[in-house]
């Protein structure tokens, strides 16, 4: 199996170029770039919180948190990179004393969101003609 895994490999590393940052397969140009690809969105963790955030209006930690089954400190470092990308906004509120904190994607997160779908949806394009 590991043999398979390197010749993949091997083959991929082969792949010809097209000296703009296009990979050609099996004669045909990805019409995706490598420098579009969204790494801030790509993580795991974000890609969660952005994608809940684009089918809801908002919600609070506590209900991103639970939906994304993840911990405190794990969601709020992710939530923080999303927002200082500009990609969601957070409102900092008091329900009686308890702190609340609720997100909503912001116009450009949603771009984001599906500038980086676009990107996946071509790769999987140029990967299924292959």
């Known amino acids: 199996m590991a043999k398979s895994s390197l010749s993949r490999r091997q083959k991929q590393e082969e792949a010809p170029s097209t000296g703009d940052g296009l990979t050609v397969i099996q004669g045909k ?27 809801n209006p908002s919600l609070t930690f ?32 008091f ?12 116009p450009a997160g949603r771009r ?3 500038k980086y779908l676009d990107h996946m949806e071509a790769l999987i394009r140029a990967m299924r003609e292959r």
Not at 62 to 86: P, Q, W
């Open 29 to 55: 140009e990805m019409d995706t770039h490598p420098q579009d690809f969204d790494r801030v969105i790509h993580e795991r963790t974000r890609l969660g919180i952005v994608s809940t955030l684009a089918a």
């Open 62 to 93: 506590s209900e991103l948190k639970t939906a994304l089954k993840s911990s405190d400190g794990n969601l709020s470092v992710h939530a923080r990179k999303l927002e200082e990308a500009g990609y969601i906004a957070s409102t900092k509120s």
């Open 95 to 106: 329900v009686g004393r308890v702190p609340r904190t609720t997100y909503r994607l912001t």
């Open 112 to 114: 984001a969101l599906h």
